[in-house]
């Protein structure tokens, strides 16, 4: 049998449970991620290592930086979740460094489709000022302030930590699990408040700011296709968004569902991974790559050049 931890409700005595997955369950589990994982970070590589020509548009910066923040997230998130199976010790410190890690690009990813929506806003709101506002400078002190509001986020919890565990907890090996590393009541209160303010914000941003660009095309009275081009858009973007705010309701969720459905919830909670943590990063070169046409149009010459050239 492989083991899984769960988060447990806080009126029990203790802060994780155990729950156990059949060996098949487990193999099965984990070839397809893995297989999920390498195929996603093989398109996202090859998109982002195109984007290097576009490296001169702020829009296309943030969707690089994106990618890029992606496949890191990803290629993390698999590696715990296969450590999970095979192994119950793990050094801490190391574990310690991948939980932050993967912290962090999990809680860049909101912030980054925040960052573009304001810009997409930008330019159809105020497209006289966009070229001033939105420059490369501003663009890479924008993914520096993602990265340090990120790392905001996880450091009182490291502090917690760190105040609370013995000198011999760090030098120990632990299961690699966030619920079980960072257990402490004050961390998991700290977690839920902090994702209700990080939803309610994020999604602000995004309603603000595409409901002004869906009133500036009717206003500009564009035509058809171009409103039923922006009303896709808005939907593709909120859709994306809502599969990536999952990750902040998720752990609320399984509480939830192990109430009705306990004998089936380490099932439950595979599904919910692979659409709250995998499938968000199979969206994003889909719904701001290939449908950009300009990037479209350079890449379809690229795919042309080289089928031509290798047969």
Partial sequence: HMYIL?????????????????FTSAVVKNVLLVVLGLTINYINGILHLFFQIFYTNP?????????????????????????????????CPLCLILLCVSVLTSHNSPLNLAVMAVECYIAVCFPLHHAQLCTI????????????????IILPDIFILVVTKPPEFFVSTVYCERASLFDHPVIMLKRDVQYIVYLSGVWFILIYTYCHIFFAAQAAKSSAHKSKKARNTILLHGFQLLLCMLSYVDHFLL????????????????????????????????????????FREHFTKYLVCTVIIKS
Avoid at 14 to 20: A, D, L, N
Avoid at 256 to 268: A, G, P, S, T
């Fill in 6 to 22: 769960f988060p447990q409700p806080p009126m029990n005595g203790s802060s994780v449970v155990i729950y156990r997955d059949t």
């Fill in 59 to 91: 829009r296309y910066i943030l969707f690089a930086h994106l990618v890029l923040n992606d496949m890191l997230q990803l290629s993390l998130s698999t590696t715990m979740f296969v450590l999970s199976y095979t192994s119950r010790h793990v050094p």
């Fill in 137 to 152: 400078q501003r663009t890479y002190a924008l993914i520096g302030g993602i990265w340090a509001m990120t790392t905001l």
């Fill in 255 to 294: 509480r939830v569902l192990m109430i009705w459905f306990l004998k089936y919830i380490i099932h439950i909670a595979f599904v919910m991974y692979v659409v709250v943590m995998v499938l968000p990063r199979l969206i994003s070169p889909i719904l701001y790559g290939l449908r950009d046409k300009v």
